[in-house]
């Protein structure tokens, strides 16, 4: 459908939209026997062998006459746990409304209205098709659905609470997209959270899971509290609470201490506010201000942020590499000064290295953190995996009025000596395991189990790619010469591929944004400093 040779871009994009438009108006009136594929999906994250679905609008009622189909995978070699957190769907008959799954060797559903299904489902396979359809109706929830690979029998759904279990002590396995649920947690990781709170969305608040991802949490339970304070943290927003029975705590690796700072030594900024008031004074707001724990004004940044263009910082040097789990921060904390940042960036760098930024777990791309609401109260947000550096830098995105934070960095010593050996250690480890799960590619690269000395095996694989290089120096050198000798498509192949980018590039968009969560981010400011980036290792 691509318009003809030598039509160029504009014009195939032309075609396109032309082709979009005639499919609406077409469509339209046809609105009730065609459902889109898609437009009944509600809340989607999958991440690598976990994740969470919902239909249109959950917990609202679904619009009519949609469909959502989705094909959900774990690794090869695992078995799907499919956990249902709701089924509402308003038919007894099934015929216009349902929830159907269909493997490569079953079929399971379709439930509706009366057919309940059963809390959770085995599969036989690592994959499978999830088909929600709905015709008219005027009711009904629709579906709230988690699913595991069989490595995590534990699986509990986001609408799971502490409440629903009764032991005192139990781990459990929460799938990837909790966060953004609907559905409420009161408390905090300090004094425990209610325990009507959602447990997989307290976890994510807590610090213990990343939402992107997932993860096993280990809950303990304690007689409650008469009140528990909310806090917005790792963009959960946790509410005050009132008397409980019980309240839960999550077990912690013991790493999430304030890591102290000697402010005049350690804190320094890209610029600070000065202004003389009224009495004559000069007033400084420099980043010795910057620690949460002090009172007064906290540390702002000068007037040229005004003009968005500069990069602001605020830069810590704990003195030493130490692991960093978190970073608490506050605005101006003054009542009369209604300033804060919004949303911001980490760098983080050693002794001599250059400055890395903090990337996200899933789509490798900087990180934004969602920062304060408000001038007056902390705001958490936890680094999983953590920061192991002795410097880091707070860079602001957005922010209210002015630029101004007060900061506190949690963390704890690292191991001593035995550090980057661990770190070493695990992520060959990871990419031993990802590797194991790819079994259908059994092309064993074996660099990774070598012993240290030289011995056959290592000289037959240089031996190898030497041969391997020469040959593609050589196919090279032809492609080269043939190019040379002119090629009379030479410039309609390039418009081609220009095509073919901005043809794939939607598509390529729009699955993204469907896997991933997006983080609400005002990201206007290119990044143009020399930051290498990098994986967290030190
Ligand atoms: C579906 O359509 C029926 C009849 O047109 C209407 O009464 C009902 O409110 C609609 N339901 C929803 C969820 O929009
Ligand atoms: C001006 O600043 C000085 C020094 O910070 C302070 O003592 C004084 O109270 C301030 N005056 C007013 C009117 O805020
Ligand atoms: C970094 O510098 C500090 C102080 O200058 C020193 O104590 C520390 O050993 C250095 N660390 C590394 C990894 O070089
Ligand atoms: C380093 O780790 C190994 C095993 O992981 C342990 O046996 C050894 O005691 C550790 N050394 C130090 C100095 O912590």
């Known amino acids: 459908m691509?318009?003809?040779?030598?039509?160029?871009?504009a014009q195939a994009g032309a075609v396109r939209r032309g082709l979009l438009a005639l499919l609406l108006a077409v469509s339209a009136p046809l609105w009730l026997q065609a459902e889109e594929l898609g437009d009944g999906c509600g809340h989607i994250v999958t991440y690598k062998?976990?994740?969470?679905?919902?239909?249109?609008?959950?917990?609202?009622?679904?619009?009519n006459h949609t469909v959502c189909e989705k094909t959900i995978t774990v690794p090869k070699g695992k078995r799907l746990i499919l956990r249902l957190g709701d089924l509402d769907i308003e038919s007894q008959t099934c015929a216009s409304d349902y929830l159907l799954f269909t493997s490569s060797s079953d079929q399971y559903g379709?439930?509706?209205?009366?057919?309940?299904?059963?809390?959770e489902l085995l599969l036989n396979t690592n994959e499978v098709t999830v088909r929600f359809k709905s015709g008219s109706h005027t009711s009904g929830r629709g579906f709230l659905l988690t699913y595991a690979s069989s490595d995590h029998p534990d699986l509990i759904t986001c609408l799971d609470r502490a409440n629903h279990y009764l032991k005192t002590e139990y781990s459990k396995f929460c799938p990837a997209g909790c966060r953004d649920v609907p559905g409420d947690i009161s408390g905090n990781v300090v004094d425990g959270y209610r325990d009507t709170s959602l447990l997989c969305k307290a976890a994510i608040h807590a610090g213990v899971i990343a939402d992107e991802v997932g993860g096993q949490i280990s809950v303990f339970l304690r007689k409650g509290l008469s009140r528990y304070e909310g806090i917005l943290a790792?963009?959960?927003l946790s509410r005050d609470g009132s008397?409980?029975?019980k309240r839960f705590l999550f077990t912690s690796n013991g790493c999430s201490g304030s890591l102290s700072l000697e402010p005049d030594r350690q804190i320094r900024a890209s610029s600070s506010w000065e202004w003389i008031n009224e009495t004559g004074d000069q007033v400084r707001w420099s980043p010795g201000q910057a620690r949460l724990q002090d009172q007064g004004p906290s540390w702002a940044s000068g007037d040229r942020s005004k003009n968005h263009k500069q990069r602001e910082w605020l830069r810590i040097d704990l003195g030493e590499k130490k692991k960093i789990t978190g970073i608490r921060t506050t605005g101006s904390t003054q009542s009369d000064f209604d300033f804060y940042v919004k949303s911001f960036v980490m760098n983080f760098r050693n002794n001599n290295s250059k400055w890395k930024t903090y990337k996200g777990i899933v789509n490798n791309e900087e990180k934004v953190f969602q920062g304060n609401s408000n001038f007056r109260d902390p705001v958490r947000n936890n680094f999983i995996p953590p920061i192991v550096a002795r410097y880091v830098r707070v860079i602001p995105q957005t922010w209210h009025q002015r630029i101004a934070l007060k900061v506190e960095l949690l963390g704890c010593q690292v191991a001593p000596s035995n550090d980057s050996l661990v770190w070493h250690k695990t992520s060959?480890?990871?990419?031993g395991?990802?590797?194991?799960?790819?079994?259908t590619i059994s092309k064993p690269i074996p660099s990774e189990e070598m012993p240290k000395g030289l011995n056959i095996t290592t000289i037959v694989i240089l031996l190898v790619l030497f041969f391997v290089l020469a040959a593609g120096v050589a196919i090279f050198a032809v492609l080269r010469k043939k190019k040379k000798k002119g090629n009379p498509y030479g410039s309609s192949k390039t418009q081609k591929t220009d095509c073919w980018k901005q043809i794939k590039y939607p598509f390529a968009r729009h699955q993204s944004a469907e896997f991933t969560i997006s983080y609400n981010n005002e990201k206007e400011m290119t990044q143009k400093l020399d930051l290498i980036t990098s994986d967290i290792a030190g």
Do not use: H, I, Q, R
């Open 2 to 9: 691509v318009a003809g040779a030598g039509g160029g871009c």
């Open 49 to 63: 062998d976990s994740g969470t679905m919902t239909s249109k609008n959950y917990p609202w009622t679904y619009p």
């Open 110 to 119: 379709p439930y509706c209205g009366s057919k309940t299904m059963p809390k």
């Open 234 to 236: 790792n963009g959960v």
């Open 243 to 245: 008397l409980s029975d």
């Open 428 to 431: 060959v480890n990871t990419v």
């Open 433 to 439: 395991s990802t590797k194991g799960e790819d079994k």
